[in-house]
C-alpha cells in the first residue's frame, strides 16, 4: 500500500492566488482528515468526511477554506484567495474510524504564500 | 476542555543517551493515547498506541507509560540515536469523538 499520497510537496503562491491542496486516502479507509500545522498551535483539524460527506467542519478558519471529496479516492483542500497567514504545512489523514484505528497521515503540503 | 500538554518544548540530548517526555491531558471521553514521531518535512508516524488499561508498551527503544487516574503519559527513548532527532506528539482519542493533538516536543540528538 502506498499509503495516504498528497500533492504537491511544496506550494509557493501569491497572496490572492488560488490554491488546491489533492489527496488520495488509503483504500478502504472510510475517514478522511485535513489537518494544518504551524509551529504556534500544532495540528489542528479543518474538516473530516466519513465515507465521502463532510462530517465536521467547524475547524475551517474561514469561508476562504473549502474541502470536497467527489468519490472515495480523492480529496481537494481549496483556499481562495490565499493569504500570507496560511502559509503552513497542510496534512491529509485516513482511518477506519474517527477513534483512529489504521490512522495514517500523508506526507504533508507545505503551503507559502508570499 | 480538552487538552494535551507536553513537556519540554525542545530537549537537546547527546547520542547514546536515555530521555523521557512527558504528556499531560484533561480529555474526556478517553478511549486511547498515541505517541507519534514526526521526521522534518513528513507526517507523523504512530508508535504507540495504549488503551486505559495498559500501563507501559514498548515498541523497540521506545517505551510509553500511562497513568490514567493523574491522566499522564511519558515516552521514554533509549540508547539514543541521530535518527531518534524528531518531533514527537502525543494524541489523545475520544473515540468516535475524535483526537486531541498535543503540540509536540522537539528532540535533537547531536553526535
Known amino acids: 500500500d502506498a499509503g495516504v499520497i498528497q500533492s504537491p510537496r511544496h506550494e509557493v503562491t501569491e497572496m490572492g492566488q488560488e490554491v488546491t491542496l489533492r489527496c488520495k486516502p488509503i483504500s478502504g479507509h472510510d475517514y478522511l482528515f485535513w489537518y494544518r500545522q504551524t509551529m504556534m498551535r500544532g495540528l489542528e483539524l479543518l474538516i473530516y468526511f466519513n465515507n465521502n460527506v463532510p462530517i465536521d467542519d467547524s475547524g475551517m478558519p474561514e469561508d476562504r477554506f473549502s474541502a470536497k471529496m467527489p468519490n472515495a479516492s480523492f480529496s481537494t483542500l481549496k483556499i481562495q484567495p490565499s493569504e500570507p497567514r496560511d502559509s503552513a504545512v497542510y496534512f491529509c489523514?485516513?482511518?477506519?474510524?474517527?477513534?483512529?484505528?489504521?490512522?495514517?497521515f500523508g506526507s504533508g503540503t507545505r503551503l507559502t504564500v508570499v | 476542555k480538552n487538552q494535551v500538554e507536553q513537556s519540554p518544548q525542545s530537549l537537546i540530548i547527546l547520542e547514546g543517551k536515555n530521555c523521557t517526555l512527558q504528556?499531560?491531558?484533561?480529555?474526556?471521553?478517553?478511549?486511547?493515547l498515541r505517541w507519534y514521531k514526526q521526521d522534518t518535512g513528513r507526517g507523523p508516524v504512530s508508535l504507540t498506541i495504549?488503551?486505559?488499561?495498559?500501563n507501559t508498551k514498548s515498541n523497540g527503544r521506545y517505551t510509553a507509560t500511562l497513568d490514567a487516574d493523574t491522566k499522564q503519559s511519558s515516552l521514554h527513548i533509549t540508547a539514543s540515536q541521530l535518527s531518534d532527532s524528531a518531533s514527537y506528539i502525543c494524541v489523545v482519542s475520544r473515540g468516535a469523538d475524535g483526537l486531541t493533538f498535543g503540540k509536540g516536543t522537539h528532540l535533537i540528538i547531536q553526535p
Open positions: 495504549m488503551t486505559f488499561s495498559e
Open positions: 489523514a485516513s482511518s477506519f474510524n474517527t477513534g483512529g484505528i489504521g490512522y495514517t
Open positions: 504528556c499531560n491531558y484533561t480529555v474526556s471521553p478517553f478511549s486511547n
